[in-house]
């Protein structure tokens, strides 16, 4: 007598293959109502993460492209001579870490206020013939890093006013987009529980729906991977179509946006549409791993028969 | 081929169910498994399809101790039996056909090996004018029938069956009855569960009798022995 078989084939027939994808659309058109509820979320939620990794992004490209262009501005006490300007010009320069030093008199430095100002200039006639700018030094340097301590030396040395430089505004970029990163990834993990907990409800009910049959698939000797995976292309494609539709409209508002943003901040320097094709893989993976993780969730309880 | 060496059962709050049996099946029998309500008959069944596990002992189907099969090979020893339930549990959804097809198509068979074996049983149980129907146009009987194709299909050594005339009448059991005689005629070790005296005391075949979850009475052409 033969003795029992427990050993089976480990590939998959492409029949087979062609079963579950059938099995699983099949399920989802019967689910209709959950299935749209599912996608919808799934949808929503990768569509706000996109939109938050692109605009960090963003934010990110903007304050290191305004730190590369950082300079320190050394504005110097009244009433120096010729020869203490250039002596405080020389130590700046000897000073390791500089790489340009230009001199802006007084006079240079009215004159580029008024070309800011433009129409307005008008409003300079007040001042009549006095001039309130100091003199100052523009020092750039070759490491952005360096930027702070330069600053500091070179306050330090006598006759200088003070050095100022774009630290802050670069510093509360930072806190801004360190901020949105923690706000975002809070409602990130948010919206992923939610479109979780809406797959894996989908999930359970076509589980549900089925029991009778799972448990007969059971009996009649199907292994548990045979049962499970019409369940979890379900819960995949759910996730999967998500992501799709959040791309597309990810794709669609980004070119809105840097449409606006070109028309009227032109000098913001954003990255280019390639950013949401760039995260688009990424989108569809996080979807059809949510869909696959809430088809799991469901499955653990159910599959004992 | 089927060996229950000094198997218990115990329930989760303490009731047992079977305790201490031992009994050895051989290949090519047919065998009733009688008793009141409640004896035991349901879980020396369930235990044979390994739904449960024994509390003690050792169940020994062809040289395999099933305490001991991992989660995986479990359904590879279900590909062995064929399970009949009282209440039939087919699809609704699906024709006679393919709920006897469904058995072969999850483990894979071919289209051609799944038509060639499902048009054989549907002789077999007399129901190939009925491929095309849906089991609620069917009576008890032909669903029951039905049901049996469908536990044969995969070419079973043993089949496993839970009261499958209970909810039949007499003469649709006896139909049955013959269905099963003449699978073990081909070789299926048959194991029954059943309530059903004049089945049992015509077909003159081994019969085990449980009691309060011990074997008492083991005959070869028994009886049913009940007045019920």
Redesign the interface.
């Given at each position: 007598?033969s003795?029992?078989?427990?050993?089976?084939?480990t590939a998959m027939?492409i029949?087979?293959v062609k079963?579950f994808i059938r099995e699983a659309i099949s399920s989802l058109r019967h689910n209709g109502l959950m299935s749209f509820a599912s996608v919808s979320t799934v949808a929503l939620s990768l569509l706000i993460l996109g939109l938050f990794l692109v605009m960090v992004l963003n934010l990110n490209n903007i304050a290191s492209t305004l730190e590369s262009k950082v300079e320190i501005t050394v504005y110097l006490q009244d009433n120096l001579g010729d020869y203490d300007k250039r002596q405080i010009g020389t130590k700046i320069t000897k000073l390791s870490g500089v790489t340009e030093v230009n001199f802006v008199t007084k006079e240079d430095a009215l004159k580029r206020f008024k070309d800011r100002l433009g129409e307005q200039q008008g409003l300079l006639n007040a001042l009549g013939d006095t001039n309130p700018l100091p003199d100052a030094f523009e020092v750039k340097v070759d490491k952005p890093d360096n930027v702070k301590t330069l600053a500091n030396m070179i306050s330090e040395i006598k006759g200088v006013e003070n050095a100022k430089f774009g630290q802050e505004i670069i510093e509360q970029l930072f806190a801004l987009t360190r901020m949105i990163r923690i706000a975002g990834l809070l409602l990130i993990v948010f919206l992923a529980l939610a479109a979780l907990f809406i797959i894996s409800n989908t999930i359970r009910i076509t589980v549900f729906a089925r029991r009778?049959?799972i448990?007969?698939?059971?009996?009649?000797?199907?292994?548990?991977w045979?049962?499970r995976w019409p369940f979890l292309l379900e819960g995949m494609i759910l996730g999967f179509s998500g992501a799709l539709i959040s791309i597309l409209l990810l794709l669609k508002i980004y070119a809105i946006f840097t449409q606006q943003v070109y028309e009227s901040l032109a000098f913001l320097p954003l990255l280019p549409q390639v950013v949401v094709t760039n995260i688009s893989i990424f989108l569809l993976v996080v979807g059809a791993a949510i869909g696959a993780l809430g088809s799991t969730i469901s499955l653990r309880r159910f599959m004992k028969v | 081929?089927i060996s229950f060496q000094g198997v218990s059962k115990v329930y989760g709050k303490g009731s047992v169910a079977l305790s201490d049996v031992t009994v050895d099946i051989e290949?090519g029998d047919f065998i009733f498994v009688v008793g009141p309500s409640g004896a035991g008959k349901s879980t020396f069944i369930k235990l044979l399809?390994r739904e449960i596990l024994p509390t003690n002992g050792r169940l020994v189907?062809?040289?395999?101790d099933i305490g001991k099969?991992t989660?995986?090979?479990v359904?590879?020893?279900?590909?062995?039996?064929g399970?009949v339930f009282q209440d039939y549990?087919l699809?609704p959804n699906k024709t006679v056909y393919d709920n006897i097809a469904?058995?072969m198509?999850?483990?894979?068979a071919?289209?051609r090996e799944i038509q060639r074996r499902v048009n054989h049983v549907l002789n077999l149980v007399n129901l190939s004018s009925k491929t095309d129907t849906y089991p609620n146009q069917l009576s008890g009987g032909e669903q029951q029938r039905v049901a049996i194709a469908?536990a044969i299909v995969?070419n079973p050594?043993v089949v496993i069956a839970d009261e499958p005339t209970g909810n039949l009448d007499p003469d649709t059991s006896w139909e049955i009855m013959k269905i099963f005689e003449r699978i073990n005629k081909g070789g299926t070790t048959i194991v029954m569960a059943t309530h059903d005296k004049p089945v049992v005391d015509a077909m003159k075949k081994r019969v085990i009798a449980i009691e309060q979850g011990c074997i008492v009475r083991d005959q070869p052409k028994g009886a049913y022995g009940y007045e019920d």
């Open positions: 007598m003795g029992i078989s427990l050993k089976g084939r027939k029949r087979t079963y009778k049959e448990g007969i698939m059971k009996y009649v000797g199907a292994t548990d045979f049962i | 081929m290949k399809f189907i062809n040289g395999r099969l989660l995986a090979e359904p590879y020893l279900r590909r062995n039996l399970i549990r699809l469904f058995a198509e999850v483990i894979e071919s289209r469908r995969n050594q």
